[in-house]
């Protein structure tokens, strides 16, 4: 008998070793976009569906990738250029959930002029150059946004300025007239006087994702699962009670203190996969930068449960 306990005994251990209980770390970055996973954390669904998850809070994009492609991490919050970068860098990436589409009632890139720039419109920019972050989500849009507006993203001049506080602070101190900021600070600027020109509440189209390893996918079925269901339990919380999640977003997300009582909290959509449709827009958005001529085949590159 004691020999048959020690059998099981071991087997249970081998079992809890064997990688299905093992933290699921996923980077993200401070912004709006990574709220459901910030409630799901906060509020415990990760562990009431029974899985151990860690929200590893990088600073940049780059930090982040560089964390994803050393197999640092089992996911990744970020944008869909990010992601087919990876794909097409020989990372083994699937994108899992949309985490935002851009909605009429939900800004998250804005197109502004500085406050003494005198510009009030798309059409008075002239050669005034546009800072943003070349070969990015930012670069994206703001072709999106000109063409919403019946402008040509050809005809628009850009300076490449990365970091966002620099950015904006050029921006709101007139060393440059015209910028991308995404959301908080976008509200911010507005307040403080910056002239909205366009943004992308008319785009219709994916703005982020959240990706994993397919690896991990592939030996972790029904911890995905459990991470769907603790995701979509987690937008119903926000999008019922929006204003009980304020604080957590305010400090998570870097709102700026000045509009912290007044940016409006961003309601949600269950998991699912971005379209098809959006995919191949930023796909051949890329094809026409220079930055990937691959095809890629969207059921190669996205995951669902019902695979």
């Given at each position: 008998?004691?020999?048959?306990?020690?059998?099981?005994?071991?087997?249970?251990?081998?079992?809890?070793?064997?990688?299905?209980?093992?933290?699921?770390?996923?980077?993200?970055?401070?912004?709006?976009?990574?709220?459901?996973?910030?409630?799901?954390?906060?509020?415990?669904?990760?562990?009431?569906?029974?899985?151990?998850?860690?929200?590893?809070?990088?600073?940049?994009?780059?930090?982040?990738d560089?964390?994803?492609?050393?197999?640092?991490?089992?996911?990744?919050?970020?944008?869909?250029?990010?992601?087919?970068?990876?794909?097409?860098?020989?990372?083994?990436?699937?994108?899992?959930?949309?985490?935002?589409?851009?909605?009429?009632?939900?800004?998250?890139?804005?197109?502004?002029?500085?406050?003494?720039?005198?510009?009030?419109?798309?059409?008075?920019?002239?050669s005034?150059?546009?800072?943003?972050?070349?070969?990015?989500?930012?670069?994206?849009?703001?072709?999106?946004?000109?063409?919403?507006?019946n402008?040509?993203?050809?005809?628009?001049?850009?300076?490449?300025?990365?970091?966002?506080?620099?950015?904006?602070q050029?921006?709101?101190?007139?060393?440059?007239?015209?910028?991308i900021?995404?959301?908080?600070?976008?509200?911010?600027?507005?307040?403080?006087?910056?002239?909205?020109?366009?943004?992308?509440?008319?785009?219709?189209?994916?703005?982020?994702?959240?990706?994993?390893?397919?690896?991990?996918?592939?030996?972790?079925?029904?911890?995905?699962?459990?991470?769907?269901?603790?995701?979509?339990?987690?937008?119903?919380?926000?999008?019922?009670?929006?204003?009980?999640?304020?604080?957590?977003?305010?400090?998570?997300?870097?709102?700026p203190?000045?509009?912290?009582?007044t940016?409006?909290?961003?309601?949600?959509?269950?998991?699912?996969?971005?379209?098809?449709?959006?995919?191949?827009?930023?796909?051949?958005?890329?094809?026409?930068?220079?930055?990937?001529?691959?095809?890629?085949?969207?059921?190669n590159?996205?995951?669902?449960?019902?695979?």
């Amino acid at each position: 008998m004691k020999k048959i306990i020690t059998i099981a005994a071991l087997s249970l251990l081998l079992f809890s070793c064997s990688g299905k209980n093992e933290k699921i770390r996923i980077g993200v970055l401070p912004v709006i976009d990574t709220l459901p996973l910030l409630v799901a954390d906060n509020q415990g669904l990760f562990k009431s569906e029974g899985i151990d998850v860690e929200l590893v809070t990088f600073n940049s994009a780059l930090e982040r990738d560089a964390a994803l492609t050393s197999g640092n991490l089992d996911g990744a919050f970020g944008d869909l250029i990010a992601a087919l970068l990876q794909i097409k860098n020989g990372i083994d990436a699937k994108i899992v959930i949309e985490s935002s589409h851009t909605a009429k009632d939900s800004r998250m890139f804005a197109l502004l002029a500085s406050p003494a720039s005198k510009i009030d419109s798309i059409k008075r920019i002239g050669s005034n150059e546009v800072a943003i972050s070349m070969g990015s989500i930012i670069e994206f849009f703001l072709d999106r946004m000109m063409l919403s507006e019946n402008a040509d993203p050809a005809k628009v001049m850009r300076i490449e300025v990365k970091a966002i506080p620099v950015r904006l602070q050029m921006l709101m101190t007139d060393s440059l007239k015209l910028a991308i900021i995404p959301e908080p600070l976008a509200s911010k600027a507005i307040k403080d006087g910056a002239v909205l020109l366009a943004d992308d509440t008319k785009l219709d189209t994916t703005a982020t994702v959240i990706m994993f390893r397919e690896s991990f996918l592939k030996s972790n079925r029904e911890s995905m699962k459990k991470f769907m269901s603790a995701y979509n339990k987690s937008v119903v919380m926000i999008n019922s009670e929006p204003s009980r999640f304020r604080e957590l977003m305010v400090t998570k997300t870097r709102v700026p203190q000045d509009i912290r009582d007044t940016f409006k909290v961003p309601s949600f959509a269950s998991a699912k996969l971005p379209s098809e449709k959006d995919v191949t827009l930023v796909f051949d958005w890329m094809k026409g930068k220079g930055m990937i001529s691959a095809p890629v085949d969207y059921r190669n590159i996205t995951w669902s449960l019902q695979k």
